[in-house]
């Protein structure tokens, strides 16, 4: 299986921060990777696909980077709507696997 | 509008089967690439990828679960069922179903069910 590790698993933020979490995948996955957030008690959110092309309709202050084993999500600028949980997922192969999850929380 | 609706029981006792039923709308598991999976999420963990069936009724499933778990599809009601062997407390988590919308261009999860939290307990 491929195992994915995110970093850090919590960041404390202030809003118009700019935050960078960082998802490491075990084997090289080219750029098959997405990003979901995720809200207390609501369903995951695709945000981001194939490392770098955001979902319709997500904010351009949200951008994925990266290939191969690395990738990281970026917020720009944080908003009050960003505080919040954050899973890089790779979509490479099957038995499909998510990172341990990154919590955004308010400075 | 596509739309995934998971139900089944809120608690189930240790040792009994789980049995959930993900009903959707808004595409078809007839569509080639298109496939359903079954995502779990503990309360305060990580998700976890349980199990995929695809429209070809291809099934890929957990390498640490897949001797207790069985992934089956109805597509004349639309239907994408998960059963659960052998329950116990630590399969206690919130379940979630989600679509990937065409396999061959990114396994990624693009709409999900609200999920339902399920409880083992005796």
Known sequence: DIQMTQSPSSVSASVGDRVTITCRASQDIDSWLAWYQQKPGKAPKLLIEAASSLQTGVPSRFSGGGSGTDFTLTISSLQPEDFATYYCQQANRVPLTFGGGTKVEIK | ?122
């Not at chain 2, 609706?5 to 240790?14: D, H, W």
């Not at chain 2, 199990?51 to 390498?63: E, G, N, P």
Request: with cysteine; net charge neutral; charged share 20%.
């Open chain 2, 1 to 122: 509008q596509v739309t995934l609706n998971e139900s089944g029981p809120a608690l189930v006792k240790p040792t009994q089967t789980l049995t959930l039923t993900c009903t959707f709308s808004g595409f078809s598991l007839n569509t080639r690439g298109v496939s359903v999976s079954w995502i779990r999420q503990p309360p305060g963990k990580a998700l976890e990828w349980l199990a995929l069936i695809d429209w070809d009724d291809d099934r890929y499933y957990s390498t640490s679960l897949k001797t207790g778990l069985t992934i089956s599809k109805d597509t004349s009601r639309n239907q994408v069922v998960l059963t659960m062997t052998n329950v116990d407390p630590v399969d206690t988590a919130t379940y979630y179903c989600a679509r990937i919308r065409h396999m061959d261009t990114g396994k990624y999860f693009d709409s999900w069910g609200q999920g339902t939290l399920v409880t083992v307990s005796s």
